[in-house]
């Protein structure tokens, strides 16, 4: 069973605070290790509007799409540049999803995500996420 932490629509008091980006093309370079082995790592583009880039939270926050769980409300906590949330999970797959971003510039932002799901109590998956955005320029055409 997968995990689909798909970085969206998070508390709504969390948007006031956050930090805000750069809108236009971003590069995001992803290195994940699961259960012990570490994966190439992989370069995605993304667009974001101006309205994506002036609320991070809900743009990098969690989401779950589950079946057979149940998810508590994402926690949130914001301070300057840094967004920090925290996602759990029970149900016949139980799991705990935290990230940890640091929006240093308007141009670039690192992050940790972290997942970690067990079944019956035995730890299935075993799962940390580097990322790194670099604003590449504008959105194409």
Same mark, same amino acid.
Not at 12 to 17: L, R, T
Not at 27 to 32: A, D, G, L, Q, R
Not at 60 to 67: E, K, L, M, R
């Given at each position: 069973m997968t995990l689909g932490c798909l970085l969206a629509a998070p508390a709504? @008091? =969390?948007?006031?605070?956050s930090p805000s980006i750069e809108p236009g093309q971003w590069?995001?370079? @992803?290195?994940?290790?699961m259960n012990g082995g570490t994966m190439p790592p992989t370069v995605k583009t993304r667009c974001l509007t101006p309205e994506q880039a002036g609320d991070v939270a809900k743009t990098?926050?969690? =989401? @779950?799409?589950?079946?057979n769980s149940t998810c508590a409300p994402a926690e949130f906590e914001t301070t300057g540049t840094q967004m920090k949330w925290h996602l759990q999970c029970k149900g016949q797959l139980d799991f705990d999803v935290r990230g940890d971003f640091n929006f240093d510039s308007h141009t670039h932002y690192t992050a940790t995500i972290t997942s970690k799901g067990w079944m019956a109590g035995k730890l299935m998956n075993d799962t940390k996420t580097d990322v790194v955005g670099e604003h590449i320029g504008e959105c194409p055409q």
């Open positions: 709504a @008091s =969390a948007a006031a605070e590069k995001i370079t @992803s290195t994940t290790r990098f926050g969690p =989401a @779950s799409n589950t079946v």
